[in-house]
Structure formats: C-alpha cells, structure tokens
C-alpha cells in the first residue's frame, strides 16, 4: 500500500521560513509528478507547486520567488522551502503524487501539515 507522509509544518513568524517534507512508501515502481496543495480555513484547495520526474516546476503566482519545490527521486521524497512566510500562508499543505505500483497508476494525498504563520 502507498502511503504519502508529510513532515516539516508548524508556528513561524512573518518573515520565517519553513522546509516541508513529503516521503513516498509502499510498492512503488515509479512516481512520475509530485505537488504540494494548500486549503486555508473557508477556502478551496489551491496548487502551490509541482515537479516532474525530470525536475521540471510550475509554481503558483502567489508564492513564486519565496517558495521552491524540489525532490530526491532516490529517496521518494518530494520538498516545499518556503521563504518569507507571510499570515496569507497560513494553511494546511498536502503532499500530491502520481504513483506508478505493481498493478496500477493512481494519483495520492498525504494527510496534510499545519503550516501557521503568525506574530
């Protein structure tokens, strides 16, 4: 069974910085894209970013320049750093990927981790 494993959130003033953590286990074969999504409180879930198996991103307007997404394919694991935290970045962020196990492709989500941004 797959399972997505976020790590890395918490409490950080305006200004600080986080590295969020996302670790793919189970019967994996391959894992092609991999995402990080975040839903504020009374709000839709929202892209943040995403990376290819090659390492190509595509990151929201909102965060570009203060956040960057990369990963480790060796360790299944796909990273957020994000810089400059501001209170609009309060949310709960949730690792996404497209998992390739014996058998089947299915896309997965991790639990999600709390990331508040606040004086």
């Known amino acids: 069974q797959v399972q997505l494993v976020e790590s890395g959130g918490g409490l950080v003033q305006p200004g600080g910085s986080l590295r969020l953590s996302c670790a793919a286990s189970g019967s994996i074969l391959s894992i092609n894209d991999m995402g990080w999504y975040r839903q504020a409180p009374g709000k839709q879930r929202e892209l943040v970013a995403t990376i290819t198996s090659g390492g190509s991103t595509v990151t929201a307007y909102s965060v570009k320049g203060r956040f960057a997404i990369s990963r480790d394919n060796a360790k299944n694991t796909v990273y957020l750093q994000m810089n400059s935290l501001q209170p609009d970045d309060t949310a709960v962020y949730y690792c996404?990927?497209?998992?390739?196990?014996?058998?089947?492709?299915?896309?997965?989500w991790g639990r999600g981790t709390q990331v508040t941004v606040s004086s």
């Open positions: 996404n990927a497209d998992i390739q196990s014996i058998g089947s492709k299915d896309n997965y």
